[in-house]
């Protein structure tokens, strides 16, 4: 279950996110993350479907409850290891082809894999 806690929903979060977070693009979705210290460990999550790209408000809510639910499976998986106590992710999807979303769960992983395995955000040079 996707609870209110795991969406990044502050301005403030989010304006922090996109000017100081990395970037990574894995076609059709781009991620910018960021990692921050906190009290617990934990992950926030944004998505963002583009009504320029995916016209239909039935597609958009398809795209983000698949990328929900892979990211869901991922972080159970690979999120104990982490090193950061909070991470911050946001997922822009953006190709036109809303159709081929499991066909593009593959570059999601991919690109969860790279985001969750750049560790701290300073030892990654990919910013886009």
Do not use: Y
Request: charge should be positive; charged fraction near 25%.
């Amino acid at each position: 279950m996707f609870l209110k806690s795991h969406r990044i929903n502050s301005e403030k979060e989010r304006a922090t996110l996109f000017t100081q977070g990395n970037s990574l693009v894995e076609f059709p979705f781009k991620f910018v993350w960021q990692c921050v210290p906190a009290a617990s460990f934990s992950s926030k999550l944004l998505i963002s479907v583009p009504k320029k790209r995916v016209r239909h408000a039935v597609d958009r809510n398809f795209v983000k409850r698949r990328i929900r639910e892979a990211f869901r499976l991922f972080e159970k998986e690979t999120l104990a290891q982490f090193p950061c106590a909070e991470l911050r992710v946001a997922i822009i999807f953006m190709s036109d082809e809303h159709e081929l979303i499991q066909k593009h769960n593959s570059q999601l992983f991919k690109g969860l894999e790279k985001v969750f395995a750049a560790g701290q955000p300073h030892d990654v040079s990919v910013n886009i």
